[in-house]
């Protein structure tokens, strides 16, 4: 089912972790509406990166969330958070400068576990009732406002 002109529910629940210990993933319908709004923003994005978005992980049902490790308030569990690589645009540093310096809305935009020396990392994308626009760097040390590598 297409959520947005290029994402569909099943790019934004799919989870080898759900599939592999046979947990549920299906969003509720109160989250599936979310998850729509999420795909539109999504398609902001991959408007101004002008490529195709790989996601590694969209919404995630409370359960799978706490086996993950994940914090419990986090926006994945509300379909409003999706991470994501863009290989042909460039490195997950170079992506989030390029948010930054655009004019879509969100609430986060996290650079996570980024790697210079392998260029493994990903951005998370998040929405939220606000648009604060924060700009944070995660990794093994510790959360960061700004990028950080």
């Given amino acids: 089912m ?3 002109e290029h994402f569909t529910i099943e790019e934004l629940t799919v989870s080898d972790t759900a599939a592999r210990l046979g947990i549920d993933n299906s969003p509720t319908f109160q989250d ?5 709004r999420l795909a539109e923003a999504l398609e902001s994005v991959r408007a101004l990166l002008g490529y195709s978005i790989y996601i590694s992980s969209g919404y995630r049902c409370p359960k799978l969330n706490k ?7 986090s926006k994945h569990t509300q379909g409003l958070a999706a991470d994501f690589t863009c290989k042909q645009y460039g490195s997950p540093v170079e992506i989030v400068k390029a948010i930054q310096s655009s004019n879509l809305m969100f609430d986060q935009c996290i650079l996570e576990y980024y790697n210079p020396d392998t260029g493994n990392g990903w951005v998370h994308f998040g929405l939220g009732a606000e648009n604060r626009r924060q700009i944070l760097t995660i990794n093994n040390h510790g959360t960061f406002a700004g990028v950080h590598i």
Avoid: E, T
């Fill in 2 to 4: 297409n959520l947005s």
């Fill in 32 to 36: 599936l509406d979310r998850l729509k």
């Fill in 67 to 73: 086996l993950i490790g994940s914090k419990p308030n």
